[in-house]
């Protein structure tokens, strides 16, 4: 199983400041990495898929990079509503696994 | 308008057994692998079961393989998980989700989710 590991556990950040979240895979998952947002009391939402591919709908301001076993989750600066948890999750060996979460809250 | 509907949970008792069903709408639900992913109560997200557009192939996690079963009726645009043998890790709000597609691939990431349905695993 492939274990992906999310830091920081928690980012405090304020409102317009640019937020770096990584996440870290026990073995190559290639690009195959995906990136959901976690809104509390919401389903989760998906944001990037593939490493570094927008889903639709979502807005420039997220965007994500890295291939192998590091990546990284960009958001360039944070409105109100991104305030929230994320979560990495892996597709390129079954099972598939999900990192444990980075908290992004306000400062 | 995609909409995923959840329905099925409650509390059962350990060792019990549980059906959870997904209404889905507005897509062509025979195209797209289907999902189930779980969070306990304050926890992070963990993936159940999936399962192909046909229904001829089915995915579990070690958790739960053997116990649970998912399958779908493209006739009722639903998909299904039937739980036995509960136990109280099982505790969690069950999403039920699709498979994500675009530029004609599919891919085994979690685009359209529904609400929830909580399943309670207590005595």
């Known amino acids: 199983e492939i274990v992906l590991t999310q830091s920081p556990a928690t980012l405090s950040l304020s409102p317009g400041e640019r937020a770096t979240l990584s996440c870290r895979a026990s073995?190559?998952?290639?690009?195959?990495l995906a990136w959901y947002q976690q809104r509390p009391g919401q389903a989760p939402r998906l944001l990037i898929y593939?490493?570094?591919n927008r889903a639709t709908g979502i807005p420039a301001r997220f965007s994500g990079s890295g291939s192998g076993t590091d990546f990284t989750l960009t958001i360039s600066s944070l409105g109100p509503e991104d305030f929230a948890v994320y979560y990495c999750?892996?597709?390129?060996?079954?099972?598939?696994?999900f990192g444990g979460g980075t908290k992004v809250e306000i400062k | 308008e995609v909409q995923l509907l959840e329905s099925g949970g409650g509390l059962v008792q350990p060792g019990g057994s549980l059906r959870l069903s997904c209404a889905a709408s507005?897509?062509?639900?025979?195209?797209?692998?289907m999902y189930w992913v779980r969070q306990a109560p304050g926890k992070g997200l963990e993936w159940v079961s999936g399962i192909s557009g046909s229904g001829g192939i089915t995915y579990y996690a070690d958790s739960v393989k053997g116990r649970f079963t998912i399958s779908r009726d493209s006739s009722k645009n639903t998909l299904y998980l039937q739980m036995n043998s509960l136990r109280a890790e099982d505790t969690a709000l069950y999403y039920c989700?699709?498979?994500?597609?675009?530029?004609?691939?599919?891919?085994?990431?979690?685009?359209?989710w529904g609400q929830g349905t909580l399943v309670t695993v207590s005595s």
């Open positions: 593939d490493a570094s």
């Open positions: 999750q892996q597709r390129s060996n079954w099972p598939l696994t």
């Open positions: 507005g897509f062509t639900f025979s195209s797209y692998a």
């Open positions: 073995q190559s998952v290639s690009s195959y």
């Open positions: 989700a699709s498979g994500a597609c675009s530029g004609g691939g599919c891919y085994s990431y979690f685009q359209h």
